[in-house]
């Protein structure tokens, strides 16, 4: 009688445990409920873009959408590429040295090390593990993906001073630093992008301080795409806060897309 009971007990804290989860999933789905930032944002306020880069067609039709970027709406820029990518590195400072002559600002990047570092950046490259190399077997896949879900989260985490630390408390060794994430992540469909949005869903899913109100993740499906999704965008168009399509013909394909033109 009493193996009965526990049995029951478990099972059903196994039922609850599982409602709240699916509950808690269905409350952070950008496709029922979409993100919005915590307050509004001043203009001269930091704010941090992410964008994932892919090898040769990914990282140019990417780099094309964002050609008349406002630097002073985003004034910190990382640039997610996969192993061995130096095409993708390559054209991200070519374009990052593009905006400085655009604007006529002195655009500064590094590897982000030390807080102090960051604040003056401009913008970063970061480099992510490949979720799958070319002819990679299938059966290896999970490892390598789980490699780079892994290292996606280090990218999304960035350790930067507090708005109140003030040159005494470093003085004293009081000074404080928060986790910002950033507030907009864009990409366009590379494999990659499928771990970083999955990163980003799992962080607020778990509800982790400083997520809230950040990471609002824009997809834009290739211009190649006329007639159907790719891989990476039938995985993520449930997920994220917004889909862009390049064609009238994929408007509202899965009840999502948004057709603003061709972007590129």
């Known amino acids: 009688m009493a193996t009965i009971t526990v049995t029951r007990l478990l099972s059903s804290a196994a039922f609850l445990l599982l409602t ?14 979409p993100t919005r930032p915590s307050r509004r944002r001043r203009r001269h306020d930091p704010t941090r873009l992410l964008v994932v880069l892919g090898s040769g067609g990914h990282t140019a039709e990417m780099l094309a959408i964002l050609k008349n970027l406002d630097t002073s709406a985003y004034t910190h820029r990382t640039y997610v590429i996969s192993e061995g990518d130096d095409f993708s590195a390559r054209k991200a400072r070519d374009f990052e040295a593009s905006l400085t002559l655009s604007t006529g600002t002195v655009v500064s990047t590094s590897k982000t090390t030390t807080a102090e570092e960051q604040k003056e950046t401009s913008f970063d490259i970061q480099v992510v593990p490949r979720a799958r190399k070319i002819h990679q077997p299938l059966s290896t896949t999970p490892i390598s993906a789980v490699r780079c879900l892994i290292s996606c989260f280090s990218i999304l985490r960035r350790s930067s001073p507090t708005a109140t630390t003030t040159a005494a ?16 992540v864009m990409t366009n469909g590379p494999g990659t992008a499928v771990c ?6 799992m962080l607020r899913f778990l509800d982790v301080r ?29 997920v994220v ?15 999502r897309g948004e057709y603003l033109g061709v972007l590129v």
């Open 169 to 184: 408390d470093v003085a004293r060794g009081t000074s404080t630093t928060l986790h910002t994430y950033p507030d907009l």
């Open 241 to 255: 806060d917004r889909f862009l399509v390049q064609w009238e013909s994929l408007r509202g394909v899965g009840g």
């Open 20 to 33: 709240s989860a699916f509950l808690r999933l269905l409350y952070i789905l950008p496709s029922i409920h």
């Open 196 to 201: 970083v949005v999955l990163a980003c869903l």
């Open 210 to 238: 400083g997520t809230k109100g950040k990471m609002r993740t824009i997809y834009v499906e290739s211009w190649a795409r006329v007639k159907s999704l790719s891989l990476s965008g039938k995985i993520l168009i449930g």
